[in-house]
């Protein structure tokens, strides 16, 4: 590795410790934060510090009533303006406990405030399981829902797919009930909502009896391996991510989580399409410590701490940095890819790690996956943002011929027109918050710029 990378790198493993140590940040209760408000990766920083703490469902229907302009934020992992707002905003992070779990019916119903790593515990004491979850548990469930938050697997849809109900809180302040069995494509316009459609109070979501994973990961999958059995590849576990710098045609490292209820004997020491089994646990990153990474060499532990990459207690990935995502159908997943790896020259510098993973096709209006089985190919970036803003046109020019949709939370730049054109379902959405929220009040101006400019 060259010396400025390994040093980049090492500056932020520095920031990550300084991170924790401070806490949130922010998040101040009652009417008013008093520093300003950033989002995560501290890229981002909002409009307003104005932050009411919401307690109670009756609470957020005031709030509601009483502003003209506001937006939710969830836990701001957002890297770009999605949550903002110019006015006030509105957190629910108090509002987090499981409201009921019914077992027969194998659902959940949790506040909207509730993160995955608060919730997925309770359910595996229960003895439930979510069917997936993304890179890291400490997102809130509402907002990861709201932009179409995904982790891997072919036969897995996007996290927004395990949700059966929702209870919404519109621009008038009243309580909108909202389900799958009984509200057909109201229901599907409103799970990926991008924040757009109201205040999300409850969330319920399906389960399942819970189960038992290994992680194994393997070092240096060639390129050309990709190229030849890339179906083969990414169905070759419950969930598959293939981590890649770009750099010497090949695959860094291979992350495959199996499900192990099926009684698969717990070594693997076999290679991986040429890819070595790896002899300790990795970092996605692999010069960065792999202590706040999830277990690995096919140890076996619950669902909820194998499907993530990060464990809860750290502060996941490296830190500092910005990320953008782009999304193309499946079956161009091999010509996505080789488009890409031909802007390795452009990519690389600016670049800490990219993450390739599958994501089944759903039937969410706004979903990045709608209708379509597709591949999602992420790009951690160091935080360099004008290099970034460069080198995104390029991806998305080399992707365009696949009609690629972006990450709803992540950094693009793709113009309005081309985002509406590729979401089919986009002008019945924009009927519907017109439905809902005639007056605006939860537009801002990430939704004004990719919606309606
Ligand atoms: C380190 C890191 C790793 C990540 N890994 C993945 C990954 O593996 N897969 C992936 O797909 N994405 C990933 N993301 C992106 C992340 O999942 C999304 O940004 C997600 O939206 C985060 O949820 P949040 O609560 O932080 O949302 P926020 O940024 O707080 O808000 C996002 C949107 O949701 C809306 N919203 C939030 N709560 C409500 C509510 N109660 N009612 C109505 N609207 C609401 C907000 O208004 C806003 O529009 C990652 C991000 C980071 C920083």
Known sequence: MNRSRRQFIQGCAAVVGATAASGPLGQGSGAAAAEPLTNWAGNYRYSTARLHQATSVRDVQEFVRQHDRLKVLGTRHCFNGIADSAHQLLSLREMNQVVALDAAARRVTVEAGVSYGQLCPYLHEQGFALHNLASLPHISVAGACATGTHGSGVMNGNLATAVSALEIVTAAGDVLNLSRDKDGSAFQASVVSLGALGVVTKVTLDVQPTFMMRQDVYLNLPMAQVREHFEDIASAGYSVSLFTDW??????????????????????????YGAQPATANVHPIIELAAENCTEQMGVAG???????????GFTPSSGKELQSEYFVPRRH?????????????????????????????????????????????????????????????????????FDVRPHWGKLFTLTSAQL??????????????????????????????????
């Open 420 to 453: 509406q054109g590729r979401y089919e379902k986009c002008a019945e959405f924009k009927q519907l918050i017109e439905q809902h929220d005639p007056r605006g009040k939860f537009r801002n101006e990430f939704l004004t710029a990719n919606l309606y400019a």
């Open 333 to 401: 997943a091999v010509e996505a890819i080789l488009a890409v790896e031909r802007l390795r020259e452009h990519v690389s510098p600016h670049l800490m790690i990219s993450e390739l993973r599958t994501i089944d096709a759903d039937e969410l209006w706004m979903s990045q996956c709608y209708r379509r089985p597709s591949l999602a190919i992420h790009f951690t970036w160091k935080q360099d943002i004008e290099a970034v803003m460069t080198v995104m046109p390029m991806i998305e020019r080399e992707l365009a011929p």
């Open 247 to 272: 750099q010497d045609g090949r695959i860094n490292e291979v992350w495959i989580k199996r499900r192990i209820d099926d009684g698969r004997p717990l070594t693997d020491d076999r290679e991986f």
């Open 302 to 312: 619950p669902w909820y701490d194998r499907l993530p990459h990060f464990r809860m």
